[in-house]
């Protein structure tokens, strides 16, 4: 029994070649951040935190910016943090675009010809003529709505085309 026991003993205190398994490593810590705007995928994305992500790291998870992004107005290399909200603003000179346009496509009741009025929905050349001779006789309309006052212009004709008008 003592000779097990020696030999058991020895054993244990051989020299083990086997090599040590490395520590684990240490779980990879996420966060979530929200990315809006201008960019192809508006969406929560998460990204792996290795101590130095950036919007543009968050930019790239959305898949990227979109043509119409000012990326000037947004700091690219900005530290994020988990639970952000980063928004990706419009280039301004497409708002104005697109303002500019709205605008063109409406027909300025004070100041449009009888072809102009004409591309009305419901406005032949007779109203046309109708809502020049009123504008001439009282001048200037003072809201879209005033122009219910000319003769053949009810309401459900002036709901047809409100929308298509200013002053």
């Known amino acids: 029994m003592l000779s097990v026991l ?20 240490p779980p990879i810590k996420k966060i979530s951040v929200y990315i809006s705007g201008q960019v192809k995928n508006i ?17 790239n998870a959305a898949g990227g910016l979109t043509e119409f992004a000012d990326a000037d107005a947004v700091n690219l290399a900005e530290k994020i943090s988990d639970g952000q909200h980063i928004h990706i603003p419009t280039k ?10 709205a605008k063109n ?35 200037s309309f003072k809201s879209i709505d005033e122009i219910k006052n000319v003769r053949g212009i009810g309401e459900k004709k002036f709901d047809a085309f ?3 008008i200013t002053i």
């Open 6 to 25: 020696t030999i058991l003993f020895l054993i244990g205190l051989a020299e083990d070649d086997t090599p040590a398994l490395p520590p684990p490593s």
């Open 43 to 59: 969406a929560v994305v998460e990204l792996e935190d290795d101590g130095d992500l950036r919007i543009v790291d968050a930019v």
């Open 92 to 101: 301004e000179i497409f708002l104005q675009q697109n303002i500019s346009a």
């Open 105 to 139: 496509d409406l027909v300025n009741i004070n100041t449009a010809d009888a072809e102009k009025l004409a591309t009305l929905k419901g406005i032949g050349q007779a109203m046309a003529q109708r809502i020049i001779d009123y504008r001439e006789e009282n001048g």
């Open 162 to 164: 409100k929308d298509k």
